[in-house]
Every structure is written in C-alpha cells, then in structure tokens.
C-alpha cells in the first residue's frame, strides 16, 4: 500500500515535449460583450460568420502548407481589420477626440519574442506594426506618434485618418455621448449599448506543425476614451502572451480589468505551475478572477498539444477554431 | 501507514490569513546596472546612501504610524523622484529627440486596484499620477499629452520642461549618440557606460499594519529612447504588482525583457500557483528566466508577512530595507 502510494505521488509531470504526432490549430475572435440574439438580424450574423469563417481559413491554410503561426496569426487578423464589422483597423471605434488611438501586440512562444504599439493612428494593419516592433526595433512597445513614423519606415500600408471614420462608429460615439451629458436618464437598452461599446477587439492564436505557438490582439478600445487611454490589448501578460511550454492566448473584454488581472499570463501561469488545463486555467481566470473583480469580456487559446479554449462571461463572443483536420466552428453567442 | 500518508497528503496549504502579529515593512530600489566600486567616488556613493535612506525613512514613518501602504509608497518615491541622483522625476534620462517620457505604474494589493502613466512630459510626480489614474479615472492606463492633461486636471505639480533637464543627463545623452553614431569603435569602458544608460528606475514596496500591499515604479526609461518606446516600470505585471495574497514587486532592469518576462506577476504567480517564497520566486525569475533569456535587471519584493526580496543578476543594486523594528538596511552592490 505504502508503495503504491509512493509511486502514485511521485509520477512524473506530464512531459512538456512535442506531441508525438505534430499538430496545428487556430482559434479567432472578434470581441465579446452584450451580443444578444434579440438584437441581431439574420443578415447581420451571417456578415460576421462569414467574415470570421474567411479570416480563420486564411490562416489556416497557412499552417497546413507548414507555414509559421506567426504569419498565420498575421494574415489571419489581416482580414479581421480589414473588415469594417470588427473594432480594430478599418472598423475601430473613435476616441472622445473624434480620433482613431489603435493598440495592438504580438508575442512568439519560441524565445518569447514580443512587440506591441498602442495609441497609433495611421497604420492600417496595426498587427503588423506590433510585429514589425518585435522584429525590427531594439523595443517591445512603441506608442502614439512615435509608433505612426516607426511604421512608417518599416514600409507599412500608411492610410489618411478619412479611411478608418465608418458612419457606425461616428454614431456610436454620438450616443455614448449622449448618454454621458445626461447619465442617470439612460434607458437599460441604452445603458447595454453604451456598455457594449467597451468591446470588439479581435485576436488569434495559433500553433504550427514546428510546435511554435502565438498570439496577436488588434483593437480601436473603447469607443469615447480620453486621455490616449491605453487597454489590454497591446499589453504582454494582458491581453496577449504565448509561450511554447503552455498556450497562446488573445483576449477581449473590458480592459482595465483585464489589465489588473494580468489575463494572458495567468492562464499560462495556472498551466505551467499547476498543472491545469488550457479550458480549466481560461475559465477559472474569466469567471473568478475577473468575473470576481465585475470585470467581463473572454479568452480563445491553444496550448502545445492543440487543446483549445474559448471562454466568457459576457453573452456572446465572436469567435471561430479551425482543427488540422479542417473541423470549422464558428460560434457567436455563448450557449451554442 | 495509510491513514499517516493521507494525513500528510491532505494537509492544509499554508493559511493565507493576517499573520498573527501584524507587522508591516518596507523595501526601495534606486534601479540595477553596472554599478561597480572602481566606478564610485566615496561621495557619490554617500550621496546615493543617503537619499536612499532619507527616503525610505519617510515611508517607514508612515507605516509606524498606522498609516497606508499606499501613502508610504507614494511619498517614499517622491523623494526619490525629486533626486537628480534616479532616473525617475527630476534626473529623468533625455529621449534620442532631448524630450522627457516619463513612466509610472502602481498597484494596491486588497483589491488589485491599479494605476500608469506614460510618455508624460510635465508631471512632477509621476507615481501620483499613476494613483490618480487609478483613483479618479475608470481608466488604468493613460499616455502622452492625454495623461499630461488628466493630472493636471487632478491637481497635481506640473512643472516646465527644463525642470527635468540636468547637466548629467544631457551629457549621457550626447556620449550615448556619439557612440551610436560610430558604433564598432566603442571602446569597452563606454559601452559599458552606455548599457548602463538603460538602467536607474526607482520604485518602493510596501506591507502595512492592516496586511495591505502596495507597488509602485517611476522611470524616465532608457536613454536616447526613440519612437515613444514604453517600458517595463509602467506596464501593470511587468515592472509593478501587488496582491494581498502574495506579495508586492517593483522591478529595474532592461525593460524589454521584462516585459517580455512579465516579470511582477510571475514572481507572485511561483508564489500563488508554487507555494515558492517570495525569495525564491524572485531568484528564479530574475536569475532563471530573464538571466536566460539575456536580460538583466532586478526586483525588490515584500510578501503578506513582511519577507523581503531584493533580487539582481547586475553587478549593483541601489537598495533599502526597513523592518517594523526600525532595521534600515542600505546597500549599493550585489556583494555587499
């Protein structure tokens, strides 16, 4: 009995080696928040599935022709700013300024390689100038118009403020005003919209056949932000993080509590030094540390073997993962 | 033997209450580098003893008396932010454009409340600003001339530039363009003088009687920083955390890998996640993961029950610690 006891609780950690068959996988979001099928027309959720089913294949195409997450994961967030529906690139939400501040970062599992900007207003695939920050800068952050010239020279598409101004975003930032002048008038549906002009970050994960795992987040923030507010998003431990020996993970949600709550880094952290889960570790992270703080908003992740998590508290997130076998899910509420 | 076994096996993990007597203490750093006795004159380095003291005195009045960790934190940094002798305040380090950026985070361990600041020009003190931003914003981050004109809004000292601009810094600022500008021809002794030029954020750790931890960072960055480039000391995780459960951590260092580490909540995390102590987490994250990395730098840490860290893998360490007693403990190098 002794024995057997002994040997129980001796076993080894699971190894942290490639897994014997090697693998890939991607998973994307496109924010989370109050994304309620009561206020989504059939035609609306199918313009975002279908831009989310579009963004993830072509990253993975990338990986199964054995190409790197990190292009993946580039390309991938590529198509998601381009697209006016998401908060980030064309699509992002205006500060209190009528200004466009866009934050992103990126990180590499490998030698744990990071770059990130925020409060840059020029670039049109902010991805790539967090990128571009990682590979070509003594730097891990550049921001504001510091970040615009660095971009700059590196050759990035450089676009005049006109191409990022969307009359959904003019509006919005119209009726987050409004409810601010008068506040406690609010109605509950408007308090809910207000709320929900928190969100919409986009983000994606991936793992490649070499084994290599990483993570990039593109955001506008938070629609009226003041003061070049910087959020979650550009943030490495926040927002984003990857790391070979654990998981890549991309968040979205509010983010000063996800600031606060060091989101990316403790799930990797759970995992790494206790031993959880990518889907334990993401949900005990979403729902009690954040969700404990009143905080909200969601993860998507993959971890070394391919394991994914996508996790929330918030109603909805859109989100897809796409497995080496070519299984697409693309979901946008949390109970399908 | 079973019955012992399972005992054992299912005891319980160390109680992570108010430890019976409370206790309080408190820990600053004047910043890590190559600080070496054959580069110090006796007076510049009885001038760095006693500023070190002088603040970590004022601090360790606060504490006996009751009073917060956040108070003791704050007021400590002022002092060394009114120093020429720190990078941080007034002996801010010049940008490669000869402007002054600023940085600060801090962070309160009851409810992880937190607060930063960076790329500010006008700001006295800085580690106000970040409590402000905390305090009064719904904000957790702010940046450049937005988060200039939140403190002012607040309150706070501004000050004109030329405030910041010492003969010391301006004169390392030149040294370090003059070396950039022939690069292969540097001769060891300078480019010595130049990694050093990364170094010389303060920042202050504090346990009060009522078991609350506090953080905070201030830096002006590297010298001849370009592009807006935004370290560790301002990124919540990185260079400043703080949770009652755990610990409090400021870190110094080259930023880049700190980041890239997150370094603060790692510590907290092997802390948490590892039952490490604060003393082992803090080596194995300085020494293990940013020394392995190529990354160099150091932390000072206080836990829930009054432990102390003050890690580095640089050959100095500008330091002090002070006990509930009334210890006071100041040491420059790392062999002292």
Sequence with gaps: MLSLLLTFSCQQPVKKEQPQEPTF?????????????????????????????????????????GGSSQEAVEKTIHVMEDSPLFN???????????????DASFMHGAQLDAGAISGVRT????ISAAIKVMENSPHVMLSGAGADAFAASQGLDIVE???????RRINALKRVKE??????????????????QRYGTVGC??????????????????????????????????????????????????????IRSVVAHDISALMEYKGLSIQEAAHTVIHDKVGGMGGDGGVVGIDWKGNVAMEMNT????????????????KIYKDE
């Design 179 to 196: 409810a601010e002048s008068k506040e406690k008038e609010t109605s509950s549906l408007e308090a809910e919209f207000i709320k929900h």
């Design 205 to 258: 994960v991936a793992l490649d056949l070499k084994g290599n795992l990483a993570a990039g987040t593109s955001t506008g923030g938070m629609t009226n932000k003041k003061w070049n507010r910087i959020g979650d998003a550009p943030i490495i431990g926040a927002g984003t993080y990857a790391n070979n020996a654990t998981c890549a993970i991309s968040a979205t949600g509010w983010g000063e509590f996800f």
């Design 25 to 65: 996988g991607i998973v994307i979001h496109g924010g989370a928040g109050t994304i309620l099928r009561a206020n989504m027309t059939p035609e609306t959720e199918s313009a975002y599935r279908k831009v989310l089913a579009e963004a993830i294949k072509v990253g993975h195409a990338i990986l199964k022709n």
């Design 88 to 102: 980030a690139g064309k699509g992002a939400v205006l500060t209190a300024d009528e200004t466009i501040e866009l």
């Design 161 to 167: 403020p006109e191409y990022f101004y969307t009359e």
């Design 123 to 126: 670039i049109k695939h902010p």
């Design 315 to 330: 109603p909805g997130m859109y989100r897809a993962h796409m497995d080496a076998v070519g299984n697409l899910n693309v």
